[in-house]
């Protein structure tokens, strides 16, 4: 059974950061290119930052120098270090495993439960 469970979302003021986590089983996470998405209240679910099996980062334009992917395949689990947080930055951050790095919701093959991130000015 494929499970990915996040961790690390929380409640901080603007400037801040905040870690998440996703640690995946069930599956071969090396092989899989790994995402995290985001979705705010009443908004579509949107991409936020991808590594794929190289440990190459790709950053939606919304993140790009704040937040920073990376992946322990030793440990099946992947990060996002989200520095700088702003209000704007609210949402649930979900991470996600595709066979081929798309950035697309419904290319997806697995989804986390989410993890809650708030950002207060």
């Known amino acids: 059974q494929v499970q990915l469970v996040e961790s690390g979302g929380g409640s901080v003021q603007a400037g801040g950061s905040l870690r998440l986590s996703c640690t995946g089983s069930?599956?071969?996470?090396?092989?899989?290119?790994m995402e995290w998405f985001r979705q705010a209240p009443g908004k579509e679910r949107e991409f936020s930052a991808l590594i794929n099996t190289y440990d190459d980062p790709t950053y939606a334009d919304s993140v790009k120098g704040r937040f920073t992917i990376s992946r322990d395949n030793d440990k099946n689990t992947l990060y996002l270090q989200m520095n700088d947080l702003k209000p704007e930055d609210t949402a649930m951050y979900y991470c996600?495993?595709?066979?081929?790095?798309?950035?697309?919701?419904?290319?997806?093959?697995?989804w986390g439960q989410g993890t809650q991130v708030t950002v207060s000015s």
């Open positions: 069930g599956y071969r996470f090396s092989r899989y290119c």
């Open positions: 996600a495993a595709a066979k081929a790095c798309s950035r697309r919701t419904h290319l997806i093959d697995y």
